[in-house]
């Protein structure tokens, strides 16, 4: 899923502080799983800003509402009552929510209330890592289900470079080598003969080397 | 409130069903004198206390909250008690982050049997929420109405 992280409450308090009336908009997806902007992370944020806005003599109107996916038009059309009764927008999605709501609602200014940071899996309760940059071509099929582009500091395609030591990257002693990784598990697999073969330079156009990219299924595409 | 009156905090406790709340029970029974000013909120796992609880508390106009749990290793959910002192940790640092100050904020841990232990805890963050002083909160609301 996309990991959040809610962004430090000065700056978000900067953002709105020229308005009166603000609408808190959340996604129940991606961010409400990583705990960064979903219902409840919409009302701790709504109760923090009331109060730190009284602390400044000033009492501003949050409304809020968490839509079930905020990168879709369908539910982004929900917002249609509410957005006129207010000044701004703050969202607590990932980008592609925020982005959404500012190309839906052009005349609203809308800010972010979280940061995106990257394509993560939980590794356990409250920690998150991450797992894959979306290169658009993958290579888990021959690096033992092991990104090498996402989880090596330096997104070797041919591993281990001379920094890995004792299982672990060179960048900090917490960070496994993503190449150690991967000829552990194509050893305990028996499949260390993929290990031989030289995988050629990445085509990087795939990825975000060709700029922003878009996925059409003709079958599905209106 | 006119700055003669003495100040009386208003306190929030929220109180696991489990041992807490029955320590306050004991308390009572035992006739052990605390201070009126803690109101009790029985919860039935101190792991039940969300964060946005507890800020809704002190946006209402608590001076001080604070979270009673099982004693380490009593939880009779096993771990509730071990996560609400997380949580309380968490929430102290967004008070901190919006200067309400995390010292408004604490976590107890008590048996059920620990009535005495119930009283004396909350005199004593009685007696810190009143040196704090009242949150700004409170009156902020009614001058910015
Ligand atoms: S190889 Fe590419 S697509 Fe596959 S996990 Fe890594 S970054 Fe993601
Ligand atoms: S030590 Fe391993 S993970 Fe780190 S840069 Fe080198 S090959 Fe990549």
Known sequence: MITAERKPIDEIIEYIRPFQKILLVGCNECVTVCSAGGRKEVGILSSMLQMAFLKQGKSIQILEHTLERQCDPEYVEELVSMIDGVDAVLSMACGCGVQELARRYRNKPVFPAVNTKFMGASERQGVWAERCAGCGDCLLGITAGICPIARCSKQLMNGPCGGSTGGKCEISPDVDCAWALIWERLKALNLTDRYEEIIPAKDWRNGRGAGPRKIVREDLAE | ?145
């Open chain 2, 1 to 145: 409130m006119t700055t003669q009156e003495p100040f009386e905090p208003v306190i929030i406790a929220f109180c696991c069903h489990y041992c807490a709340y029955t320590a306050a029970d004991m308390a009572g029974t035992r006739r052990l004198c605390y201070p009126a000013n803690v109101s009790i909120i029985r919860v039935p796992c101190s792991g039940k206390v969300d964060a946005i609880h507890i800020l809704k508390a002190f946006e209402k106009g608590a001076d001080g909250v604070y979270v009673a749990g099982c004693l380490d290793g009593d939880c009779h959910f096993k771990n509730g008690n071990h996560r609400a002192s997380r949580r309380v940790a968490y929430v102290q640092k967004l008070l901190d982050d919006i200067g309400i100050g995390a010292e408004r904020l604490a976590m107890f841990k008590m048996s059920a049997g620990m009535g005495e232990r119930f009283a004396e805890v909350a005199k004593e963050f009685t007696e810190t929420i009143r040196a704090l002083g009242p949150t700004p909160i409170r009156s902020l609301h009614r001058d910015a109405a």
